[in-house]
């Protein structure tokens, strides 16, 4: 590092470009610990990626959306899935809300491989675990945030978060610790208890869930 005593600091990257590095850095270690475990289950990173997604899906998931989720087309997410279902993981059925469509979910052997995975990521949790309180929630809100900014640029896939949920009640509650609500479990939603992928989300119209995004950025 060329350092000069009159700007020692000149060369250092924008706080916003250190943000993203740090964020793929994380995202690297968090991949590569799922793919070590998906290795040692003969999956491959995709189909290791789609049983995380159908994890803990009360609803049945469209093969569109779990494209949508890993960027790929639509025809390799199939190929994914296809395998999944001849390994007995994943399970193909009639949409609830559409019985000219199908849907998908983990069978009960993709529910205990997919559990197998997330334990092999524990130490992420554990480590956010052990930042104090404040700071877990400074983050949390801050990384909503940055979703927030990158929905805008349209290159994000849909969450099945609160804030794009039909659920979600902004400000029902304005200036207090609990200002949200949520229509489905009727009570408050703190800020550090918004999610980012719940079970229970069911999409809100696209103009509510522009306001919410566009609020909370
Ligand atoms: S907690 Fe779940 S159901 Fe309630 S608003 Fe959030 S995403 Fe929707």
């Not at 554990?126 to 400074?138: I, M, N, V, W």
């Amino acid at each position: 590092m060329d350092i000069k005593p009159e700007n020692p600091w000149q060369g250092t990257p924008d706080i916003s470009a250190r943000i993203v590095v740090a964020i793929a850095r994380i995202a690297s270690v968090l991949r590569a610990g799922v793919w070590e475990a998906a290795t040692a289950e003969n999956l491959n990173p995709a189909q290791a990626e789609i049983l995380q997604l159908l994890r803990d899906r009360t609803q049945g998931v469209r093969l569109s959306w779990l494209a949508a989720q890993l960027s790929v087309s639509a025809a390799s997410a199939s190929d994914s899935v296809a395998a999944l279902v001849a390994k007995g993981l994943v399970r193909k059925a009639r949409a609830e809300d559409d019985g000219r469509a199908s849907a998908l979910w983990l069978t009960d052997k993709g529910k205990a491989l997919a559990a197998r995975m997330a334990q092999a990521v524990g130490f992420a949790d554990d480590a956010a675990a052990r930042l104090p309180g404040d700071d877990q929630a400074a983050l949390l809100v801050g990384l909503f945030k940055l979703i927030a900014q990158l929905q805008k640029s349209e290159r994000f896939p849909a969450l099945r978060a609160c804030l794009s949920c039909r659920y979600f009640e902004p400000n029902v509650f304005p200036g207090s610790a609990a200002p949200h609500h949520c229509a489905l479990v009727k009570a408050p939603l703190p800020i550090t208890f918004l999610r980012i992928d719940c079970a229970e989300h069911v999409p809100a119209d696209p103009v509510a869930e522009r306001r919410n995004w566009d609020a909370f950025a």
